[in-house]
């Protein structure tokens, strides 16, 4: 099992990794999530399908070929309505679901099976489907990805081990600022090796990996889109503001790359400046309608236009909120993300301690 101390640690990023790595050494897998957290239903209200297939998996399995005997259906959806019935109810087992997913990993395939967890420790806990419940469930090995921030951040590794036990076999430090992961490796990794966690990796913050799509912008800003609706699967890995003087503007524009740029709509200046630098979208916000030849230009260099109805400043915040907090859906993604593992990662130690070779 693949988990993590809070949401969007880079559990899917290491579920490729290791996948493909194992893939590579012709061993057969099978991968699922037994709490679905991600999963497009038209309306709420409607009754969920017997068989859940969550969107990471689905992605997932795209992403490595595999056939739909490969995906594992989840037992619950993690949802304000599935939580609802869950508490009046007042449910806390898997229930026979549990049951019937022990009953399908223990069928005759002969391979490997990779479990992604909830998002955090407690997560699922209301589903009888938290990690450790999972875990214990099923007496599986457990590798917890956790984003590292300084040495606070051992405190959840060290809550981890308590309710994991011996079934948490390691973990893999994410999100480390580039220039400190010699130091971690040197400092911090041996003192958490001593503490009784083996670390398969450490892994740098990735820009890429935490960006988002234009779409995604669009759907989280309600925004409307002026020009360019086919280039919206661009990805945005920073963000500015245009509320300076244009001469700053361009100096500022010029040291940044692939962004999305926030500002007035009435700023045609700085408007115009944006799209001559590394500007993936333009967000216009405020009264006004952007002029025909701003919108002639956006067409010409193929850069998404988008109007939204809030300020300035809770544009930012809905655009921040964004980053880091979006799921691995895109090809390009999978891909940084094989290279980002198959670097940073030691997995044939991580094997060895599930007892396999690859």
């Not at 859940?52 to 304000?80: K, M, Y």
């Not at 069928?107 to 214990?136: D, K, M, P």
């Not at 889109?225 to 001469?247: P, Q, W, Y």
């Amino acid at each position: 099992m693949i988990g993590s101390c809070e949401p969007f640690s880079g559990k899917s990023a290491l579920v490729l990794g290791i996948a493909r790595q194992l893939m590579l050494a012709r061993h057969q897998i099978r991968f699922g999530k037994p709490l679905a957290t991600s999963f497009e239903l038209e309306l709420v209200s409607k009754d969920l399908p017997k068989l859940i297939l969550d969107d990471d998996v689905r992605f997932i399995g795209n992403t490595l070929g595999l056939c739909e005997e490969q995906l594992i259906p989840s037992l619950h959806l993690l949802a304000p309505n599935t939580a609802d019935q869950r508490l009046a109810n007042a449910q806390l087992e898997a229930g026979d679901g549990f049951q019937s997913l022990r009953k399908q990993l223990q069928s005759s395939f002969s391979g490997l099976t990779i479990l992604e967890g909830a998002g955090s420790l407690h997560e699922g806990l209301l589903y009888g489907l938290s990690l450790g419940q999972v875990a214990r469930g099923l007496e599986a090995d457990v590798v917890l990805v956790h984003l590292w921030q300084d040495s606070r951040s051992v405190e959840a590794l060290l809550a981890a081990k308590d309710q994991l036990g011996e079934q948490l076999i390691g973990i893999v430090l994410n999100a480390v600022t580039p220039e400190e992961v010699e130091d971690l490796k040197k400092n911090v990794v041996p003192a958490l090796e001593s503490l009784g966690m083996s670390v398969f990796g450490v892994m740098p913050r990735s820009p890429l990996l935490r960006s988002v799509t234009v779409g995604e912008l669009v759907r989280r800003l309600e925004a409307r889109v002026i020009c360019c609706v086919d280039r919206l699967e661009l990805m945005v890995e920073t963000l500015s503001i245009g509320a300076m003087n244009v001469n700053s503007a361009m100096e500022f524009f010029r040291r940044r790359r692939n962004m999305a740029v926030v500002t007035g709509a009435d700023r045609t200046d700085i408007q115009l400046a944006a799209l001559e630098a590394s500007t993936q979208c333009l967000i216009l916000t405020g009264a006004g309608e952007p002029l025909p030849q701003l919108i002639n230009r956006a067409e010409e260099l193929e850069v998404p236009l988008l109007k939204v109805e809030h300020d300035t400043l809770s544009t930012v915040e809905v655009i921040e909120q964004a980053f880091g907090h979006v799921r691995l859906h895109e090809a390009v993604k999978a891909t940084y993300a094989f290279r980002l593992v198959e670097e940073h990662c030691d997995l044939k130690r991580l094997f060895l301690a599930i007892g396999i070779s690859a």
